[in-house]
């Protein structure tokens, strides 16, 4: 009988074949090395990631290692695993892991990268859920306390994500900008508002000024968990009578991105301030504030005066 993997489909190792000879000394090496032996090293590598970057290299490492015990070496059997993944989402994550997985493989020893052949997964859109100025006012309104209302300032504001309001300290609040510790730990400073800034002197007040402090803690004085951050965005949300899916601070986040557009922002200053590497990204903001962008053009487009004019022009030549 044949044995089947995680992924629900037959172990692709010993469908491969007699593999072509190997190019190297270190390939033969790694060829035959198991892949539990190179995911020690990899995630070695890859140990300055976030935590929950980390943690999800491991769960798809673990999948690699139980389909393909020894390196694969061709493309197809990796793309039959990937095909056999209960969702696109999870297809994607695979591949994403897979392919900076054997990107580094290919460099650390020298050896094939199939994944250079395999395109990523199409991910279908979703549509972003973001709040109007009138609900924004609403959610901060509810908010019961100082903390509160500067996870919701913050959020609403600079677009800080939930996993970076544990990271914050005292020695990251400048005048005009704050420093955060963002996705693949690299570190950049976005702008804040002067009422941003106020709440975070506010708190600061409050809970001691030392530069080293953490602004976000749990009861144990631990980092806020970003499970912490995002009760405290739903709950302000059911307070101010928001419903649906999606209560969390990433709803803020869309809702900075769509209500900047909408009031006139650039994608090029947006992108900067949410930090997203590709622009294709904050692109989707401008297509989210179309309905905005109609009801400015119904009211400042110049044809309406160049009508009246010219209506003008017609009366008095007849």
């Known amino acids: 009988m044949t044995k089947h993997s995680r992924l629900g489909v037959p172990n692709n190792h010993e469908r491969e074949g007699m593999a072509p000879s190997p190019t ?39 999948v690699l290692e139980a389909e393909f015990p020894k390196m694969p070496k061709k493309p197809e059997p990796l793309r039959r695993a990937l ?33 250079e052949l395999i395109q990523r997964p199409k991910i279908p859109d979703i ?35 939930a ?34 800034r106020h709440l975070l002197q506010l708190l ?11 602004l976000f ?10 499970f912490a951050v995002y009760r405290t965005v739903r709950r302000c949300m059911e307070r101010a ?12 986040r869309h809702s900075l991105g769509k209500n900047y557009i909408a009031h006139g922002g650039d994608a090029f200053s947006l992108q900067r301030i949410m930090r997203h590497r590709d622009i294709a990204t904050t692109q989707r903001y401008v297509n989210l504030a179309i309905h905005d962008v109609v009801e400015q053009h119904k009211q400042h487009s110049p044809l309406r005066d160049a009508i009246r004019g010219a209506q003008g022009v017609l009366i008095r030549s007849e």
């Open 163 to 196: 996993s970076e309001f544990g990271h914050l300290k005292v020695l990251d609040i400048g005048t005009d900008t704050i420093g955060l510790w963002g996705k693949g730990n690299r570190q950049a400073r976005v702008p804040i508002s002067p009422e941003t």
């Open 217 to 226: 803690t749990g009861n144990d004085g631990k980092p806020m968990s970003r």
């Open 127 to 161: 549509e972003m859920r973001a709040l109007e100025p009138s609900q924004l006012a609403m959610v901060l309104a509810a908010a019961s306390d100082i903390r509160q209302t500067a996870i919701i300032a913050l959020a609403l504001d600079s677009g800080v994500r």
């Open 24 to 62: 190297s000394l270190v390939e033969v090496g790694v060829l035959v090395m198991r892949i539990s032996k190179l995911t020690v090293k990899f995630l070695e590598a890859k140990a300055d990631l976030s935590p929950r970057t980390l943690e999800q290299y491991r769960w798809a490492m673990e």
């Open 204 to 214: 600061m007040d409050r809970d001691g000024s030392d530069q080293r402090s953490l």
């Open 241 to 252: 009578g928001i419903q649906g899916p999606k209560l969390g601070p990433h709803t803020l």
């Open 83 to 115: 095909n056999g993944a209960r969702t696109v989402w999870i297809r994607d994550a695979y591949w994403r892991v897979w392919t900076v997985f054997f990107h580094w493989s290919s460099r650390q020893y020298g050896t094939r990268n199939p994944m």
